[in-house]
């Protein structure tokens, strides 16, 4: 499967962006979906993750209550809707998929990666 991510872009603190990966060249309902990001000088970090069939999400403490993953397999397109941004969630955010049967919150479990859309988040 390949995927595209889009979406990022410049935003003042407490904004709002959404980010698309959109997905083809595979079946998208077969795959666990994730998000995950990285800042300059730091390690790639998980942010959320969704089932298959998006029943079952799980964030990263940083942005429990604040980011919601969605996707719509009728569309190939996984979401990552980010509200009260904060300068520290400024990174490359990457979307990946794998085709597990259990959501992951690690990056070596995931085979297929996007490239990254950058998010900046101003204060």
């Known amino acids: 499967v390949q995927l595209q991510a889009s979406g990022g872009g410049l935003v003042q603190a407490g904004g709002s962006l959404r980010l698309s990966c959109a997905a083809s060249?595979?079946?998208?309902?077969?795959?666990?979906m994730g998000w995950f990001r990285q800042a300059p000088g730091k390690e790639r970090e998980f942010v959320a993750t969704?089932?298959?069939?998006?029943?079952?999400?799980y964030y990263a403490d940083s942005v429990k209550g604040r980011f919601i993953i969605s996707r719509d397999n009728a569309d190939n397109t996984l979401y990552l809707q980010m509200n009260s941004l904060k300068p520290e969630d400024t990174a490359a955010y990457y979307c990946?998929?794998?085709?597990?049967?259990?959501?992951?919150?690690?990056?070596?479990?995931?085979?297929?990666w996007g490239q990254g859309t950058q998010v900046t988040v101003s204060s």
């Open positions: 060249g595979g079946t998208f309902s077969n795959y666990i």
């Open positions: 969704i089932s298959r069939n998006g029943a079952s999400r």
């Open positions: 990946a998929a794998d085709e597990a049967w259990v959501v992951s919150t690690k990056r070596y479990e995931y085979d297929y």
